[in-house]
T-cell receptor, first 110, second 114 residues
Framework: GEDVEQSLFLSVREGDSSVINCTYT??????LYWYKQEPGAGLQLLTY?????DMKQDQRLTVLLNKKDKHLSLRIADTQTGDSAIYFC??????????FGAGTTVTVRA | SQTIHQWPATLVQPVGSPLSLECTVE??????LYWYRQAAGRGLQLLFY??????ISSEVPQNLSASRPQDRQFILSSKKLLLSDSGFYLC?????????????FGDGTRLSIL
């Protein structure tokens, strides 16, 4: 089956690290994605990881994948006010379909 | 570089009226194209995808239809809108030559049905 779950809200202080968690159910998923959505806008691809990798780092972003537990996380280092947005986790279900979580709203406070 | 355009950005329509949302992609050829709907506070639901001109696959039965009259043009339509069609509609594209290719989204259309 395909079911992606995320916590709905995260509040973080500016300069701290943010960690957004996601669990998925389809063990055959090949790729997992993180997207960012700012108010009123479309989704911006942040990063993605292939299922045979444990970790991927890209500047302030670190993705960790625990395939055994079907757990994916996104860590944002030195969180800034511009990081306030909704973050979506998605798993690739087949060649064309992504299954998305409901999104985590990240609020960065001064 | 590739770009994706959606219009209109916002639309207010009465129940029972027709709908046409358009999406075009530039800078690539033969992309895979997608229409998603995002309900308030929810994730994205895939409505249609297309792997080529005239080829449309529907993921969920509904009041909507899609067409791809040209390689980089994807249209979402309805003959008679329902209240439940309200939402945020997103078009996306991906390269067709590898399953590892991520999907890239447009800025969306906010559709309100009165």
């Amino acid at each position: 089956g395909e079911d992606v779950e995320q916590s709905l809200f995260l509040s973080v202080r500016e300069g701290d690290s943010s960690v957004i968690n996601c669990t998925y159910t389809d063990s055959s998923s090949t790729y997992l994605y993180w997207y960012k959505q700012e108010p009123g806008a479309g989704l911006q691809l942040l990063t993605y990881i292939f299922s045979n990798m444990d970790m991927k780092q890209d500047q302030r972003l670190t993705v960790l994948l625990n395939k055994k537990d079907k757990h994916l996380s996104l860590r944002i280092a030195d969180t800034q006010t511009g990081d306030s947005a909704i973050y979506f986790c998605a798993e690739r279900v087949n060649d064309y379909k992504l299954s998305f979580g409901a999104g985590t709203t990240v609020t960065v406070r001064a | 570089s590739q770009t994706i355009h959606q219009w209109p950005a916002t639309l207010v329509q009465p129940v029972g009226s027709p709908l046409s949302l358009e999406c075009t992609v530039e800078g690539t050829s033969n992309p895979n194209l997608y229409w998603y709907r995002q309900a308030a506070g929810r994730g994205l639901q895939l409505l249609f995808y297309s792997v080529g001109i005239g080829q449309i696959s529907s993921e969920v039965p509904q009041n909507l239809s899609a067409s791809r009259p040209q390689d980089r043009q994807f249209i979402l339509s309805s003959k008679k809108l329902l209240l439940s069609d309200s939402g945020f509609y997103l078009c996306a594209w991906s390269e067709s030559w590898g399953v590892d290719q991520p999907q890239h989204f447009g800025d969306g259309t906010r559709l309100s049905i009165l």
